[in-house]
């Protein structure tokens, strides 16, 4: 069974950065495609970033410049980096894993705040 579990959300206040990791298995940096999608009230959940087990990574065009994920097999780590943040991206973070798109195991999902 693959877990995958979050932290680092909360409130930040528009232009701040924020930092969220998620924590998985071995298994997980070792074979499966990783990623982030958010969901916004209102709206469907959509892809944020990936990053593939040979570390390429995509980006959904809103945050292009303004995220990073990083990825470390060897330490298995993974994060993303959100700096420049907007309330547009006001949203509960899933860490993902699992597919070509990384959208096969979910994790509890992480909330982010950005208001003032």
């Known amino acids: 069974q693959v877990q995958l579990v979050e932290s680092g959300g909360g409130l930040v206040q528009p232009g701040g950065s924020l930092r969220l990791s998620c924590a998985a298995s071995?298994?997980?940096?070792?074979?499966?495609?990783m990623g982030w999608y958010r969901q916004a009230p209102g709206k469907q959940r959509e892809k944020v970033a990936i990053?593939?087990?040979?570390?390429?990574?995509t980006y959904e065009d809103s945050v292009k410049g303004r995220f990073r994920i990083l990825r470390d097999n060897y330490k298995r780590t993974m994060s993303l980096q959100m700096t420049k943040l907007e309330q547009e991206d006001t949203a509960v973070y899933y860490c993902?894993?699992?597919?070509?798109?990384?959208?096969?195991?979910w994790g509890r999902g992480t909330q982010v705040t950005v208001s003032s």
């Open positions: 071995e298994r997980v940096f070792r074979y499966l495609n």
């Open positions: 990053a593939t087990v040979g570390n390429i990574t």
């Open positions: 993902t894993a699992g597919g070509v798109a990384a959208d096969q195991y």
